[in-house]
């Protein structure tokens, strides 16, 4: 039987953590910040998710070879209203284990997921661990075939069952297709579906409907209009196809984020090299349920510049964490504020003379607010080398 690594850091003593609503001391109200977290090695931040009681706390998630500096683990920290860690664990084997994609499951369990070269059928794994509110690890779960898999997306059906969403290079005919699996509650596999054409195909994010249908966001070789273009299939409950699109230009597109407006309708969030910016912009394109485009705009400078993952406030306004090199000497976080109709409305950007990217953001309530005051971004930062987990919050616009 293959060990398996846990390393526990850090635990502020005395602190308890319980699934109720009791009034819990947390520290006075804070603004802006910009923090740092890591080990001597690289440890690159992926996602950052509202936790524990009133979602007051955060847990930050990624992967890192500080705990072993011949392979990466996955990282996860969580940390308090401040930014103070409260807890730092590592998950991983002998290889190298990435994590990719997490999903909150509002019932105090938390799933990550990726690759790892440390268990599985061979190559590379799907991999899939679900850890607690103490970050004690549940359960782990592999899926995969002789050559590689990779999970890049994670969402969970209203019975609790989830599907995940990634690559397949072991059961396609040829190159990567995209693959799903859905799963039982504890993570043992109901079925899997893969689709895809000649060239190299994927899926990275998923939203399920209340009917339990579901529309994966992807990128595609095989289809579209030239180059990678996103690529949308709205599927049933049992993963049969209703439909497929595609969306992009003569140039390349890549696929984050597919996300539920309030009106209803769907929102993406990606890069495109297309509309005269061959060296990537933000793009924001929304769609309503059938996959017809709404509207769609690019953002950013003559430089690179990517949108990574986008929230939406009350009054439908979206704010996008982004990376760019336009704005500075370096690549920077770049924080954009956009209309419901995509009109931009404000842009920022944070960073230092050091290489800063975001890929996650989350509305934040610190102190005693009880509305969103501030947003958190959540990536990296490299150093010259010493790359970091990097958190900052900042006031909303």
Same mark, same amino acid.
């Given at each position: 039987?293959?060990?398996?690594?846990?390393?526990?850091?850090?635990?502020?003593?005395?602190?308890?953590?319980?699934?109720?609503?009791?009034?819990?001391?947390?520290?006075?109200?804070?603004?802006?910040?910009?923090?740092?977290?890591?080990?001597?090695?690289?440890?690159?931040?992926r996602?950052?998710?509202?936790?524990?009681?009133?979602?007051?706390?955060?847990?930050?998630?990624?992967?890192?070879?500080?705990?072993?500096?011949?392979?990466?683990?996955?990282?996860?920290?969580?940390?308090?209203?401040?930014?103070?860690?409260?807890?730092?664990?590592?998950y991983?084997?002998?290889?190298?284990?990435?994590?990719?994609?997490?999903?909150?499951?509002?019932?105090?369990?938390?799933?990550?997921a990726?690759?790892?070269?440390?268990?599985?059928a061979?190559?590379?794994?799907?991999?899939?661990?679900?850890?607690?509110?103490?970050?004690?690890?549940?359960?782990?779960?592999?899926?995969?075939?002789?050559?590689?898999?990779?999970?890049?997306?994670i969402?969970?059906?209203?019975?609790?069952?989830?599907?995940?969403?990634g690559?397949?290079?072991?059961?396609?005919?040829?190159?990567?297709?995209? =693959?799903? %699996?859905?799963?039982?509650w #504890? +993570?043992?596999? *109901? &079925?899997?579906?893969? @689709? /895809?054409?000649?060239?190299? !195909? $994927?899926?990275?994010?998923?939203?399920?409907?209340?009917?339990?249908?579901?529309?994966?966001?992807?990128?595609?070789?095989?289809?579209?209009?030239?180059?990678?273009?996103?690529?949308?299939?709205?599927?049933?409950?049992?993963?049969?196809?209703?439909?497929?699109?595609?969306?992009?230009?003569?140039?390349?597109?890549?696929?984050?984020?597919?996300?539920?407006?309030?009106?209803?309708?769907?929102l993406?969030?990606?890069?495109?090299?297309?509309?005269?910016?061959?060296?990537?912009?933000? =793009?924001? %394109?929304?769609?309503?349920? #059938? +996959?017809?485009i *709404? &509207?769609?705009?690019? @953002? /950013?400078?003559?430089?690179? !510049? $990517?949108?990574?993952?986008?929230?939406?406030?009350s009054?439908?306004?979206?704010?996008t964490?982004?990376?760019?090199?336009?704005?500075?000497?370096?690549?920077?976080?770049?924080?954009?504020?956009?209309?419901?109709?995509g009109?931009?409305?404000?842009?920022?950007?944070?960073?230092?003379?050091?290489?800063?990217?975001?890929?996650?953001?989350?509305?934040?309530?610190?102190?005693?607010?009880?509305?969103?005051?501030?947003?958190?971004?959540?990536?990296?930062?490299?150093?010259?080398?010493q790359?970091?987990?990097?958190?900052?919050?900042?006031?909303v616009?």
């Open positions: 039987m293959k060990s398996f690594r846990i390393a526990f850091l850090f635990l502020v003593p005395g602190m308890l953590f319980f699934g109720c609503s009791k009034d819990v001391a947390y520290p006075a109200a804070v603004g802006s910040f910009e923090k740092t977290y890591g080990g001597a090695g690289s440890d690159y931040g996602s950052v998710s509202n936790y524990g009681p009133g979602g007051k706390e955060y847990l930050m998630a990624g992967y890192s070879n500080s705990a072993s500096v011949s392979n990466y683990d996955f990282l996860l920290i969580r940390a308090d209203s401040a930014g103070t860690v409260i807890w730092q664990k590592y991983g084997g002998a290889g190298d284990d990435v994590l990719l994609a997490t999903a909150d499951l509002q019932d105090t369990t938390f799933l990550v990726g690759y790892t070269q440390s268990f599985g061979g190559g590379k794994d799907m991999y899939v661990i679900a850890v607690n509110t103490y970050g004690t690890m549940q359960w782990s779960h592999t899926y995969g075939g002789s050559a590689d898999e990779q999970c890049y997306g969402a969970q059906f209203s019975n609790g069952q989830r599907l995940l969403t690559t397949t290079q072991s059961f396609g005919a040829q190159g990567e297709d995209l =693959y799903l %699996v859905r799963t039982d #504890s +993570g043992d596999t *109901l &079925w899997t579906k893969r @689709y /895809g054409g000649p060239m190299n !195909d $994927g899926g990275v994010n998923i939203h399920v409907f209340p009917d339990n249908s579901f529309m994966v966001l992807g990128y595609t070789n095989s289809f579209g209009n030239g180059d990678t273009d996103l690529w949308l299939l709205r599927c049933d409950a049992n993963g049969d196809t209703l439909w497929t699109k595609t969306i992009g230009t003569p140039g390349y597109e890549e696929p984050h984020q597919i996300k539920m407006t309030p009106d209803g309708n769907l993406i969030t990606a890069h495109t090299a297309g509309f005269g910016h061959p060296e990537h912009n933000v =793009y924001l %394109v929304k769609i309503d349920m #059938s +996959g017809n *709404l &509207w769609q705009n690019n @953002y /950013g400078g003559s430089q690179h !510049d $990517g949108g990574e993952w986008s929230v939406i406030a009054d439908g306004s979206i704010y964490a982004a990376r760019s090199m336009s704005f500075g000497n370096m690549q920077q976080m770049y924080l954009l504020h956009t209309s419901s109709g009109g931009l409305m404000t842009e920022r950007n944070f960073g230092s003379h050091h290489d800063e990217a975001a890929h996650s953001i989350i509305f934040s309530s610190p102190g005693n607010f009880s509305s969103p005051s501030h947003l958190l971004l959540f990536g990296e930062r490299d150093a010259d080398g790359v970091d987990f990097f958190l900052a919050q900042k006031p616009d």
